[in-house]
């Protein structure tokens, strides 16, 4: 399995010129998933419930997590910040 999270447009656009070309068994295996899990909830994520068909709840909670101080960051720097 393969989840790619929050890809940009542009990877869209190449994704499409390339999947004719990915072997359809490893087609099957490739999510693009959005960034749509909110920190005390998370009901309704479709990022949230592919993860917990593929990983304990512990392992679904660490990777949130990290997904989410990972993108704060990100927009710290976006902002000038270190």
Known sequence: MFMIV???????????????FVDP???KKIRFLPFDFKAGG?????????????????TTAWLLREMAENRDKAKVRARGRP
Do not use: C, N, R
């Not at 929050?6 to 004719?20: E, T």
């Not at 998370?42 to 512990?58: I, N, T, W, Y």
């Open 42 to 58: 998370g009901k309704g994520s479709l990022l949230k419930a592919e993860m917990e068909q593929h990983f304990d709840p512990v």
């Open 25 to 27: 068994k490893t087609y």
């Open 6 to 20: 929050d890809a940009p447009s542009l990877f869209g656009l190449l994704w499409k010129a390339i999947q004719s």
